[in-house]
């Protein structure tokens, strides 16, 4: 339903302007969705990759020089919402905790703007 609001309150929200680096951002426990909006930079907008537990250099990279590593791209302007893949199956047994964990989803986003312009990001 991507073009419809979120049927709940953001759990977190992130602005990034005019950023030339990628930003991680760590979701919170109880993330299963998130919301990438990205304005002002030309022609793509912004790009965003799943980063893993286990990744040490977790940044996202747009350039053509064939390490590009990014798994969507967000139009100039636009919107796009995502539902956070499983990681791994994650076995929580009798512990408490968030459905993110629980169900053993991503917990890290990678976003980059790919020019002059803002990226946001909020979580469900």
Known sequence: MQEYPAPQVALARYAVDNASASSVISVTHDTTAIEIASFGAVPIGAVMRWVTTGDTQASVISAANLTENFDHT?????????????ESFANPGGSVVGINRGAGLYQRVA???????SVLVTEY
């Open 74 to 86: 967000i139009g100039t302007n636009q919107v796009r919402r995502f539902v956070i893949p499983i």
């Open 111 to 117: 976003v980059k703007s790919t020019g002059v312009g």
